[in-house]
């Protein structure tokens, strides 16, 4: 992505598996009681996730610094929708959108034994300002599925380092691709290149 879009991006998530300790208790007449459940970390696991060049918007911004907002699309399953934010919301939504991201079909299509692999585009939404992660539908017009409050509680909020840019700029985050600034010598070595065959 560094090479060919401009720009990469990876998510660092940090993943936890907890359990419940029940801590017992004797009471004054012997009976053992329970007092409370407290929840441990059992395992902890950083991940690195390299997001899809064109799954990844921003707010405006010549300096990262200046950025208020990160965006990261998924596209999902009713079934991956439902275990996420329940079964009320999945069925709210419409899904429109093949496994490639098209949503060009026709009602037969939807009919078929693929509908069960159409998918809704849901955008996750880091608010810098607000320190919350908004969770938007795309063809949702009743607000947000769900807002989060700040997840990781990280000084500069977001879950992502500066993008990996091809070639820096102290002005613009806008991605510059290296074929860019070499595409018309490459393409007189191309032409030079055919004629030799020739």
Do not use: C
Request: no cysteine.
């Amino acid at each position: 992505d560094m090479l060919l879009p401009g720009r990469a991006v990876t998510r660092i998530k940090y993943i936890t598996t907890m359990t419940d300790a029940i801590e017992a208790v004797e009471e004054s007449e012997g009976v053992e009681g329970v007092e409370g459940v407290d929840s441990e970390i059992q395992t902890q696991e950083i991940r690195f996730d390299q997001v899809q060049w064109n799954d990844f918007t921003r707010g405006p911004g010549s300096s990262w610094d200046e950025v208020s907002w990160v965006s990261y699309d998924h596209r999902m399953t009713k079934d991956e929708v439902a275990e996420q934010w329940g079964d009320e919301v999945a069925n709210k939504q419409t899904y429109n959108l093949t496994t490639d991201g098209n949503n060009d079909h026709t009602q037969d299509e939807d009919d078929s034994n693929d509908s069960i692999f159409k998918r809704v585009l849901i955008h996750e939404v880091w608010d810098k300002d607000a320190r919350e992660v908004i969770w938007i539908a795309a063809n949702n017009s009743d607000g947000p599925i769900k807002t989060d409050e700040d997840p990781l509680s990280l000084k500069n909020f977001f879950d992502i380092a500066r993008p990996l840019y091809s070639i820096e700029s102290s002005t613009s985050l806008i991605p510059v691709t290296e074929y860019s600034q070499y595409i018309f010598l490459a393409t007189e070595l191309e032409t030079i290149t055919r004629r030799i065959r020739k």
